[in-house]
Each structure stands twice: as structure tokens, then as C-alpha cells.
């Protein structure tokens, strides 16, 4: 006897389904994976950034700070200045921290394309946080993906240290 199928079965429907299902799942997850790493990455120079600057200003002087901006692209960049003055407002080196979808809140104020520049600077003969608040603790939040990331700077030392912060079922 010889059948003639032309259809699918209710089983390989269903199987056809729950692969789908499962590809939907791992794309949904994917999807936050990816703005997250951006944020630790741009957390992780920030940090870097950070010790830069205090030992630029232990060996260079009171001149040396970095500035955190966010340029018209939405991109955070960071730049260093060492010894500058009012003759010379060039930065020594400049960095893009984040190619977008981060954003960062210094001091409870979120850094966007049209406020002013986070300045950072240490004092030369403590190590202590000299700007933007003297002597006293500081703290940077960088998010993205629901996960934020926290720079803590402590103000009479000039120590810091990033922190993951924990999230709400809003991701806030």
C-alpha cells in the first residue's frame, strides 16, 4: 500500500514551535547582554581614567584633571588635561569610553550632550578629590542594559572602586 501525505503531523508542529520559542528567548536575552558589556566596559574606563588622572596629579601637578562629556553622537568621552592652563585648553589625550546606549550620572545629575563636562581633578599633595566636590565622597553611575555600575570615589583619599548596583524588577 502506498499513502499519500501531504501535510505536517500536530508533532512536528509542536517541535517546530518550541524551536522557535527557544530562538525568540535566546534573541530577548541577547538583546540586554549586549548594552550591559557597554556599560561595564565604559565603567571599567572611567576607573582606569580615574587613576590616571590622580597619579597625573601627584606627578605633574595641580593643572592635571580629566573632563567626562557626552559628544553629539550620544557617545561618552572622556579627556585628559595635564598642566594645562588658560593658554592651553587642549586636551593631552582623548577618548570615546562608549559607542552609545550608556549613559552616565555624576553627583545625581545625568551627563548629556547639552550640560557641562564632568571635571575631575585631584589635589597634588594628598591624593584627596580636589573637583568636582572638595573632601567629599563622589559617586558616577554608569547604566546601560538595566544594569547600572557604580564609581564611588572617596573624597578624602581619592580612592574609588566600581560596585554593581542591584536592580528592581524595572530594571531601575
Known amino acids: 500500500m502506498k499513502y499519500d501525505n501531504h501535510g505536517f503531523t500536530l508533532i512536528e508542529l509542536v517541535v517546530v ?6 530562538l525568540a528567548g535566546v534573541a530577548a536575552i541577547s538583546t540586554s547582554i549586549i548594552p550591559a558589556s557597554r556599560a561595564k566596559s565604559c565603567a571599567s574606563r572611567i576607573n582606569a581614567s ?3 588622572c590622580r597619579t597625573g596629579c601627584l606627578t605633574h601637578g595641580e593643572n592635571t584633571y580629566m573632563t567626562l562629556s ?3 553622537d550620544g557617545k561618552i568621552e ?3 588635561y595635564e598642566s594645562a592652563d588658560a593658554s592651553n585648553p587642549d586636551p593631552a589625550d582623548k577618548a570615546v569610553l562608549s559607542s552609545g546606549g550608556v549613559t552616565v550620572t555624576g553627583g545625581g545629575t545625568a551627563l548629556t550632550a547639552s ?3 564632568i571635571k575631575i581633578a585631584f589635589d597634588r599633595s594628598s591624593g584627596a578629590l580636589k573637583e ?3 573632601k567629599t565622597d563622589y559617586t558616577l553611575t554608569v547604566a546601560g542594559g538595566g544594569r547600572p555600575y ?3 570615589i572617596v573624597g578624602a583619599t581619592g580612592s574609588h572602586e566600581i560596585s554593581q548596583e542591584a536592580c528592581d524588577e524595572n530594571g531601575q
Open 17 to 22: 514551535i518550541a524551536i522557535m520559542g527557544i
Open 50 to 52: 580615574l587613576d590616571r
Open 70 to 72: 557626552v559628544n553629539s
Open 78 to 80: 572622556v579627556a585628559y
Open 115 to 117: 550640560s557641562a563636562p
Open 132 to 134: 568636582p566636590v572638595k
Open 150 to 152: 557604580t564609581i564611588h
